[in-house]
């Protein structure tokens, strides 16, 4: 396993029974967790002093309790990239920072290359795997369902000064999209045999494709995965 150490505005101070205290820039959240399954006989004092604290419904969802007026949204940086959190009304905060090993992965790979390099970003949500690929050179094509998070990613590109690097912003159906370019005359290089293989899997009940990477002549495919399990 690699630590996501390489922030400087994210920070997790702390976890225990179900929860987890971060810092996001200088704004401390309790968000649920039910991986963590521990509970600590010494806890951080830094808990008491939380900004606002996510509570699970048991109808579903849940909701922010305030202990102070908070932003709509703030930034936070990883590397040279501009990332912009906002609390959502499902516990998110529009970043993954576990992400940013792969994201450093990404553009080691980019970089180290030496040829021109495509990347699509299937499920792409805000764009930090889109904006890490962008900054180390690639063009990219960045597809989610959501129109929202896509103009979320598209503030992200330019709060990074990337908005004026070569990439696609669309809003679709990822299964749809990648089918769709399958069946076109003209399919991108590297949506070819692996991509249909990897849609094929998610017809096989059992079966669990945690990360299929595909990378035929110049086009990368980042995220199948997500497309895999997200149909089952």
Known sequence: MRPADSWRDYELLDATNHNRLERWGQTLLIRPDPQVIWKNDETS???????AVYYRSAKGG??????KKLPQKWQIHWNDLTLIVSPTGFKHTGVFPEQ???????????????????????????GGATLACLAAGASVTHVDASKGMVAW??????????????CRWIVDDC??????????ALTPAGIGT???????????????????QTRTAG??????????????
């Open 175 to 184: 299964v749809k999209f990648v089918q769709r370019e399958i069946r076109r």
């Open 219 to 232: 086009w990368t495919v980042k995220s199948i995965y997500a497309l895999l399990s997200a149909r089952r």
């Open 153 to 166: 990613a598209r503030e992200n590109a330019a709060a990074s000064e990337l908005a004026d690097r070569p």
């Open 62 to 67: 849940g909701q922010w309790n305030y202990h």
């Open 45 to 51: 004092p830094l808990w008491a002093k939380a900004d």
């Open 100 to 126: 940013a090993v792969n994201w450093a992965w990404y553009q080691e790979k980019i970089r180290q290359a030496g040829r021109p390099i495509r990347v699509l970003n299937l499920f792409g949500y805000t």
């Open 194 to 212: 692996k991509a249909q293989q990897a849609l094929g899997l998610r017809r096989e009940q059992g079966k669990a494709a945690r990360r299929v």
